[in-house]
């Protein structure tokens, strides 16, 4: 199994930066990409950018292209969601996921809530 813990959100102003972080464990030699994704109130959940851990390869929502950023070091099992010029409609909870060679290696962390106050 793996674990995934994110941290980093928190209120921050319309057209300001936070960075999230989600850092895994367990079974990590699993892993085959990472991913950030958010839920807003009554809304499903969608991805918002993803990043395939051994070739770095991004993927981004074209809701934050230009805007987020997502990387990883993986020295330390972590993936950074880097987030600027942040709008108010970016408020949500972010999960990060992880997933492997077949959806039984699919992993959720609790998630992450970011407030952007406008």
């Known amino acids: 199994q793996v674990q995934l813990v994110e941290s980093g959100g928190c209120l921050v102003q319309a057209g300001g930066s936070l960075r999230l972080t989600c850092v895994a464990s367990?079974?990590?030699?699993?892993?085959?990409?990472m991913g950030w994704y958010r839920q807003a109130p009554g809304k499903q959940r969608e991805e918002v950018a993803v990043?395939?851990?051994?070739?770095?390869?991004?993927n981004y929502a074209d809701s934050v292209k230009g805007r987020f950023t997502i990387s990883r070091d993986n020295a330390k099992n972590t993936v950074y969601l880097q987030m600027n010029s942040l709008k108010p409609e970016d408020q949500a909870d972010y999960y990060c996921?992880?997933?492997?060679?077949?959806?039984?290696?699919?992993?959720w962390g609790q998630g992450t809530q970011v407030t952007v106050s406008s």
């Open positions: 996921n992880s997933g492997g060679p077949g959806p039984e290696y699919e992993y």
């Open positions: 367990g079974d990590i030699s699993t892993i085959k990409a």
């Open positions: 990043i395939i851990t051994s070739s770095g390869k991004t």
